[in-house]
């Protein structure tokens, strides 16, 4: 038999993600899944799945679940404190993020709001188990796709879990690699495709101003606060394909840098482009963080791209597993 998970507090927006699902955006369908994937990643490694398996997406407060059914084994990618309850009415032991831990049924996990980032991964071992909708469990909650239903959890859900392939061994992130994750750095774009939209001294105002995300940033697009800026040739154009990471500057001047669940069209000129290893980065940044801007070209991005992968590699090789730690030792004398 394989556990399931009781929802008793969802948080303020969890929802399915997995990698979600490339390959439609001609068709109108974004791709969605996790916000930052590497995050995704370890959690999954850490419970002992593969990279690509669903999981809980939890945004800035967390939530609580119970497991029924069996025991299962969690990990948790994010800066939070998380508490568990072997059963109920019985007190509640700390628990480190960034380790896998083996929940007996009936067990109460208690995620607390993220202490750092906008976002965390709660993988289970066997993954979160519901129907794909064009190859992908990820919820797309603006079209009511993916997922649970197509939106976030509520009270009294209860997800599924797939089958383990067998009872996996503790395992850690070393806490000096979480850093990596909220890491203050500029934010890498390539200039374009229509910088020609912008005068030469806008681009240089685009490129030097200090941005902080709105309030209004979600996981379909982030609206920055900071310098508007002007256009040359008004600010609409013939519509055409959004990438992730394309900065519009609609007609206001406040830069919007489309993500996951964006639109995959749009008619307002695009001054650069996010490169794709720093799309994770901005994933995690809060309402009011401060952000900068660095121009690269297409060969650095891929450098950048590269060495972002080549360490993720290397921090799932050298996840630190022990056969004989003791697994949850204060619920398991």
Not at 156 to 169: K, S
Not at 210 to 233: E, K, N, V, W
């Amino acid at each position: 038999m394989s556990a399931r998970l009781l929802v008793l507090a969802p948080g303020m927006l969890t929802t399915v993600q997995d990698r979600g699902r490339p390959g439609y955006e001609h068709m109108g369908v974004p791709p969605s899944g996790a916000m930052d994937p590497g995050a995704l990643r370890l959690a999954n490694a850490l419970a002992g799945n593969p990279g690509d398996l669903a999981a809980l997406e939890f945004t800035v407060t967390g939530g609580r679940l119970r497991v029924l059914d069996a025991d299962c084994t969690v990990a948790f990618s994010g800066s939070a404190t998380l508490h568990v309850s072997a059963a109920s009415g019985m007190p509640a032991s700390k628990v480190a993020p960034w380790q896998s831990h083996r929940l007996p049924a009936g067990a109460t996990l208690t995620i607390g709001p993220l202490e750092r980032g906008m976002r965390g991964y709660l993988a289970v071992c066997g993954g979160i188990a519901v129907d794909p909708v064009l190859g992908s469990a990820s919820t797309l909650t603006r079209a009511v796709m993916g997922g649970i239903e197509g939106r976030a959890l509520k009270r009294d859900d209860v997800l599924a879990i797939g089958r383990a392939r067998a009872r996996t061994q503790r395992r850690w992130v070393p806490l000096r690699h979480t850093a990596w994750f909220y890491r203050d750095a500029p934010i890498g774009v390539i200039l374009g495709p229509q910088q020609d939209h912008f005068s030469i001294s806008e681009i240089r105002r685009f490129l030097s101003a200090t941005y902080r995300l709105a309030p209004q940033s979600d996981r379909m697009g982030l609206r920055l606060d900071g310098p508007t800026i002007a256009h040359a040739q008004g600010a609409d154009i013939i519509t055409d394909p959004i990438a992730a990471g394309s900065i519009q500057i609609p007609g206001a001047g406040q830069p919007l840098i489309a993500m996951n669940d964006r639109q995959t069209t749009g008619g307002y000129p695009k001054i650069a482009t996010v490169i794709s290893a720093d799309l994770p980065r901005l994933a995690q940044m809060r309402p009011g963080q401060p952000l900068r801007f660095e121009a690269m070209d297409a060969a650095g991005a891929v450098e950048r791209l590269r060495a972002d992968t080549q360490w993720l590699d290397a921090r799932e090789r050298e996840l630190r597993a022990d056969p004989n730690f003791p697994i949850f030792p204060l619920l398991f004398p």
